[in-house]
Structure formats: C-alpha cells, structure tokens
C-alpha cells in the first residue's frame, strides 16, 4: 500500500492523501491551497492528482481547505462517488458554488487589468460554477458510526471530529495480501467543550495515524476569557462610536460567534441598540443547514434549540445583497460586522477593513486560524497599513486575536486525544501544520508517548506494511523559487540613480505631465513602504 501526500504537508491548507492499494486507488480530502501566492499555484498543478484514475473520494469535512479542488478534479475527468457526512454533503455545496463564483470574478478581474495593459486576456478560472454543480450528484451521505464500503477490500467509517458540523475523523480498513491494516485520518480535530457540536470522538486502534497539527505549539485560552475579550472588543468600540468588524468564517465560526453574542446577550453584555449585521449570503445559508440537523449538534445546544433559537438576536440583520452591505459602511455609529472570508483574503470582508481599518476606536477581531501570506496573518503579526483594492490602508484599528474561539483543538487537548491510542507501535504522519510547529508537536509526542513521528513532505510517496518499519520513502525534490534580493536591489538602486541624471529634463515637462511622474514615484515609494511593514 502507498500514500502521497499531495497537501497540507509542511503547510496548513490543501490537504489530500492519495492512498493506493493492488486493487484500487482513491482520496482523502481534496483542498484548496490558500495563502502566498507561490503555494496557490499548486491549485493549478492537475497532473499530481490524475484526477481520471481516483476511484473516489473520502471528505472529513467541508471546509474549502479540504475540498476546494473537487470541481477541478470533476473538470479534469474525476466521475466517481464522494463520500462525506449528511451535514458535509449540503456544506460542501454551497461552499464549493461560492468557491466557484470567486473563481469566476477573480478571472473577469484579470482579464480586464490584462487587456488595461495591453495584454492578451486568456486568463481562466480555476473552475466555474458548471463545475462545482457538477460535484453535487457524486456525493454520497452517511451517517457517523456506520461502516461502508467503497471498494473491494476497503472498508470505512465515519466518527465525530468534534470540529464543525459534519467534520469527521475517518476510519479506514484496508484488506490486503492477507493482511489487514487501519489508517486513520484525524481530519481537524475540534476543541473540548466548544459550542454548537459535541468533543472529539475518541479512537483506540490504529496501525497508522494521520494527525493534524495546526495549533502543535500552543494552547487556546477558555471559553470563558474568549468571550470576556470578545465583550472588551466590543464595549471597546461602542464607547467610541466605531464598528467592530470580524472577518469569520462561514461555516462554524460565523455560527458560533452568532451563538456567543447570543451569551453576551443574555448577560446584558451586548448593548441593546447596537445592531449585529451578518454580512454573508454564504453564512446567512450554511446557518440553515446547522438549523436543519439539529441531530448533530451537542445536547446542550439541541436542549436550548428546544424552546430558544442561539443562532438569533433581537437585532441581528442578514445582509443578503450588495447593496445592503455597501449601506452597513454608510451608516454612522457602532455595529457588530460579521462577514468572510476568515482570513481576510476574499470576499465582503475587505470592503468592511478598507473602510474600517484607518479609524481609531475600531476593532477587528480575529477569531480563526490565518495562514501565512494572507493579509489576516499580517495584521495579526502587527503590519503598519495593509493594501486593499490596490490602495494602501494604515492600521489604527485596534487588533484583537481571540484563538479561543478556534474549532482546532490545542497543543495539550491534541496530545490528550493521542493518548487514548493502544498500540504503541503506530506510526503517526503529522499533516495540516506549518512546519515549525509540526516539529515542536513531533517532540512533544515521542517525549510523552514514545510513538514514532514523520513530517512527510509534499508530493512524498511512502510504502506503508502493517508492523514494519517503513519500507520506502520517496522524497520528489519540490525546488524552492530563487528569491534574487541583490539582483533586484541593485536594478532597483539602478533606475533611481538614471531617475536622478534625469531629474533636470523632468523639470522642463509641463505640469501635468510632471504631476503623473510624481504619482508613480509615490506609488513606487509607497510599495517599498509595504515591505518595511512586512518587516
């Protein structure tokens, strides 16, 4: 048996796990990288896949970063099922179409600056809406704790991530040569005593375990201190008649925001006449969906489900259509703005920090994970000014990360869910994680647990035999892009210097010609303004 690991290894995002036995070839999750611009560029890259030749796919959950590549695979020749929970099954709709409408805005966006400049505009998206409603006739819904089989010799099931609604840690029994082993894939493990759904399941047995890492190195702080800061960040604001904008995402987090205002509320913590504004066709409908499987969500919220609504506040407003959410930044005095993309990188949310960021007494408050190179990572690492719609934004805003309210568990709740495993010769792959947190997590685990620990590499290739060591490891070298800083630095002190010789035959130009040459110079000063903040 072989995997390779084609994402979220080293890295956050994108996670997919192509397992091949002698009688079939399938996948776990199939993510969307997102982040730098030089990772996403593997979105592109459909050849690693072989989209034609995976028998099917296995998803944990629905969020983008383990399914966004599902209408690229269908695209390129994938027509086979897509197994996933019921809740995932309808998660993984509407996100994959409101994917697909970015795609196609973004491609219409590129095409116009291309042809601006004289180029030819042969830009594509990704893929379109045509293809992501073409994902939802292959999928196929089952339940937690029920076992299938999606192929000779395979077996699986599905148990409770304790992440978000639907997300699943996946079980899978592979019969081969006489031998049986079980793989089991964490997906993203869920925090203890978190809203809205029930903690992680707990898993005894495995031969090899595929664990996610994304907070290896540190712990949350508890609900309660999470939903103390969220009452400073807003009394924060509404004492200074500004907004508090919180870019979230649509699934889970949006809802369990919604549900700690709800707490707020209850409190007499949340200020009556400020209005709550959720920002997000997307969220406004994966709200729905939590509503309608009520089965899945813990007893505590199903009890309260039973004569109260948590997700709803007297003066909580849907804002469904752009126009309304161009008046939510017309309208003066404080408000609650919940809107995505979680980390700031899309959608309605940019339009809420452009005109929010620059104001003293705002607040923006972070409340998920935000992977690098995206400009929520930047903010909360302590940028300067931020650049949206091409303009630059400085930061007064006050910035407040709240990773209490995060839907991964913590170092020490990851480390306590690994020690309910029995055998101690399971070999553990940590997967979805950036690299240097995956190395303190690796040392953490063989200190406490003595389980052998890999970090596999992207495109790695491993031959897997149940009570051997690893027998094979096939490392593909995925070259770094060359960063020439000296090159670049000396054309760049090279053209100021000519800009200099030619400073006199500038002066003689009429006005308006030396106001547009003025222009581009601030433009090129304020792009080395940009890197200073990164610094």
Not at 185 to 198: N, T, W, Y
Not at 255 to 274: A, C
Not at 360 to 382: C, H, K, L, N, Y
Request: proline content about 4%; overall charge negative.
């Amino acid at each position: 048996m072989k995997i390779i690991f084609l994402g979220a290894a080293r890295t956050v995002t994108g996670s997919c796990y192509i397992i091949e036995t002698g009688k079939t070839r399938f996948a776990v999750d199939c993510g969307m990288y997102q982040g730098a611009a030089e990772i996403e560029k593997r979105n592109w890259d459909v050849g690693v896949y072989d989209p034609a030749h995976i028998d099917f796919f296995i998803i944990t959950h629905a969020h983008i970063d383990h399914t966004g590549l599902l209408p690229r695979m269908v695209k390129n020749g994938f027509h086979g099922p897509i197994y996933a929970t019921e809740p995932t099954g309808d998660l993984l709709k509407i996100l994959l179409l409101d994917s697909a409408h970015i795609q196609e805005v973004e491609a219409v966006w590129k095409n116009k600056k291309m042809q601006r400049n004289g180029k030819a505009a042969d830009f594509s998206p990704l893929y379109t809406l045509k293809d992501a409603e073409a994902v939802g006739p292959l999928v196929m819904a089952k339940t937690y704790d029920y076992s299938f089989s999606p192929a000779p010799g395979v077996d699986v099931r599905f148990q409770d991530a304790g992440h978000i609604l639907g997300a699943a840690i996946v079980e899978i029994f592979i019969r081969e040569n006489g031998t049986s082993t079980k793989l089991v894939f964490s997906g993203d493990i869920g925090r203890r005593h978190q809203l809205l759904v029930e903690d992680p399941s707990i898993i005894r047995e495995a031969d090899f375990l595929f664990m996610e890492s994304t907070y290896g190195n540190r712990n949350h702080r508890g609900e309660k201190d999470s939903l103390n800061e969220l009452a400073k960040a807003i009394d924060y604001s509404y004492s200074r008649g500004e907004k508090i904008i919180i870019p979230a995402f649509a699934v889970e987090r949006t809802q369990e925001i919604l549900y700690s205002l709800y707490l707020l509320n209850s409190e007499g913590k949340l200020p009556k006449d400020m209005p709550v504004f959720l920002d997000s066709p997307l969220a406004i409908r994966a709200t729905e969906i939590f509503r309608r499987y009520r089965s899945y969500l813990d007893g505590d919220t199903q009890n309260l489900l039973k004569n109260d609504d948590p997700l709803h506040l007297p003066q909580l407003e849907f804002s469904s259509t752009t126009e309304q959410s161009m008046r939510i930044n017309e309208m003066r005095g404080s408000a609650i703005v919940i809107s995505a993309s979680g980390m700031a990188n899309a959608g309605r949310i940019r339009h809420h920090l452009r005109h929010n960021l620059w104001r003293p007494g705002a607040s923006i408050v972070f409340v998920g994970f935000q992977a690098e190179g995206t400009p929520g990572r930047r903010m909360v690492d302590g940028a300067r000014k931020i650049r949206i719609f091409n303009e630059d934004v400085v930061i007064k805003a006050k910035i407040f990360t709240i990773n209490g309210f995060s839907a991964h568990a913590g170092r020490d709740q990851l480390l306590e869910w690994l020690g309910h495993f029995q055998n101690k010769k399971m070999q553990i792959f940590l997967v979805h994680g950036e690299f240097a947190v995956q190395q303190q997590l690796a040392e953490a685990i063989r200190a406490k647990y003595d389980f052998a620990v890999d970090i596999p590499e992207y495109l790695e290739e491993i031959q897997l035999k149940t009570g051997a060591e690893i027998e094979a490891i096939i490392k593909h070298e995925v070259p770094e892009p060359q960063i020439d800083l000296d090159t670049t630095l000396d054309d760049l002190r090279a053209k100021i210097e000519r800009i200099n010789n030619i400073k006199q035959k500038i002066q003689k130009l009429s006005f308006a010609q030396k106001t547009e040459i003025q222009e581009l110079l601030k433009e090129a000063d304020r792009s080395i303004d940009e890197v200073d903040s990164r610094l």
